[in-house]
């Protein structure tokens, strides 16, 4: 409100500023010099005043800044507060001595399902094992004998089967 009320100061101390000018070239024209001296004078002080109301403008404009920003900090403040008591109220309901005691009911969990697995996996013996490496490395070893390949070229057209009545053709079968 402050720096609207400067602003109507302003512009009624230029329109001042303006009507002393036209005053001042009256009175020149008429001859009247001091008058006129005196008019200049008052019409330079109205600058100062206007340039001094420039500068409380500024400041007010500076200090509606300060003040919106103070109010973005105070939000941001009080969001911290509201963060931190959240945390101090977690941090209650869990304790140190609860995340450590979980942690160790887990590993206890893991332990005792990895003994299950290798007692089913356990099944075998030693030996068992040694004897299934030995029939794997039999097994890799052992010469894989392969059909001959006929060494006389193919044929180019297969002869064709006799045909049989009411049987679909190859084309249509592939089709469907």
Do not use: W
């Not at 009320?5 to 009256?26: D, H, T, V």
């Not at 300060?66 to 109220?89: A, P, R, S």
Request: aromatic content about 2%; glycine content about 2%; charged content about 35%.
């Amino acid at each position: 409100q402050q720096r609207d009320k400067l602003r109507q100061y302003q512009k009624r101390i230029s329109l001042n500023l303006e009507r002393e000018r036209a005053l001042a070239r009256q009175l020149l024209r008429e001859g009247r010099k001091e008058k006129a001296l005196l008019r200049l004078k008052k019409k330079r002080y109205q600058e100062q005043l206007l340039d001094k109301t420039e500068n409380q403008v500024s400041n007010l404009e500076q200090m509606v800044q300060d003040i919106e920003f103070t109010q973005i900090e105070m939000k941001v403040i009080e969001g911290l507060k509201i963060g931190n008591e959240c945390l101090h109220k977690m941090h209650q309901v869990m304790s140190i001595e609860e995340v450590e005691r979980i942690i160790g009911e887990t590993q206890d969990a893991v332990e005792y399902q990895r003994q299950i697995d290798e007692m089913l996996a356990g099944c075998l013996t030693e030996e068992d094992e040694d004897a299934i490496l030995e029939e794997l490395n039999a097994i890799t070893q052992e010469q894989v004998e392969l059909p001959e390949v006929p060494s006389e070229p193919l044929p180019e057209k297969i002869p064709e089967a006799s045909p049989i009545k009411n049987s679909p053709k190859p084309e249509l079968v592939a089709a469907s």
